[in-house]
């Protein structure tokens, strides 16, 4: 098991945790560029080169190699966050691999597996662990990250070919936005009123939130995430 240091805790900067950032879309550079300090990992030996890159801008920059295609290196990761003894402000969950071929004839059952546990499983997982504290706080930023491949590969089993994130991801995430905001948890701690889980009531896109995603698309996701 790979030994993790704590990082020092006299900054005044934000934290975030990006995963898959050896090969990632430059989301950890985003974070420290907007004064973020930045918990990075990844599986491959890269991960230490990505983190020499990051040096040198005035953040603290953490490299956690784990593979996430496993419970235990998730744990292990949530573990080393956590160890920092700092509340976690943004979490990017970027990691991610995908397969392609023929469902039955191309592609082991051992790769789809683990593009479910990398894709979604530690997606959950980790969720579950960083979101708490979050809500608790009432303060900190979530993004998942997914490729338009889930959206557009023409085999019905779409969600196993060539996908970052899964549809299912993304609308989870959708629904972890409603639950978060605060008129959620109002309604949800008031005596008699009925939540939209238990209402069976769809979550869907306001002309708000739509707004909201264009904006975040013009703008760096690190900014996004701060306001």
């Known amino acids: 098991m790979p030994e993790h240091r704590a990082q020092d805790d006299d900054s005044d900067r934000p934290l975030a945790l990006v995963t898959g950032a050896s090969s990632g879309i430059g989301l950890d550079r985003q974070f420290v560029e907007?004064?973020?300090?930045?918990?990075?990992?990844?599986e491959d030996a890269e991960l230490a080169a990505a983190k020499?890159?990051?040096e040198g801008n005035g953040a603290q920059v953490r490299a956690v190699r784990e593979d996430l295609s496993t419970a235990d290196g998730v744990e292990r990761l949530w573990s080393a966050v956590a160890s920092g003894g700092r509340p976690l402000d943004a979490v990017a969950?970027?990691?991610?691999?995908g397969v392609n071929g023929d469902f039955t004839r191309d592609i082991p059952l051992e790769d789809?597996?683990?593009?479910?546990?990398?894709n979604v499983a530690a997606v959950v997982h980790l969720a579950k662990r960083a979101l708490p504290s979050m809500v608790q706080r009432g303060a900190g930023r979530v993004l998942v990250t997914s490729s338009v491949a889930a959206n557009h590969a023409r085999a019905p089993l779409r969600h196993l070919r060539g996908v970052q994130g899964v549809p299912a991801v993304v609308r989870a995430g959708a629904a972890l936005r409603a639950e978060g905001h605060p008129r959620h948890r109002d309604r949800a701690a008031t005596p008699g009123r009925r939540t939209p889980s238990s209402s069976g009531a769809r979550t869907s896109t306001t002309p708000r939130s739509r707004r909201a995603a264009r904006t975040t698309r013009r703008t760096s996701p690190a900014r996004a995430l701060r306001r």
């Not at 907007?34 to 990844?42: G, K, N, P």
């Not at 969950?93 to 691999?97: D, I, L, S, Y």
Request: no cysteine; net charge negative; glycine share 4%.
């Open 112 to 118: 789809d597996l683990k593009l479910i546990a990398v």
């Open 93 to 97: 969950m970027n990691a991610g691999v």
């Open 34 to 42: 907007h004064d973020f300090d930045v918990v990075i990992t990844a």
């Open 52 to 54: 020499s890159s990051l």
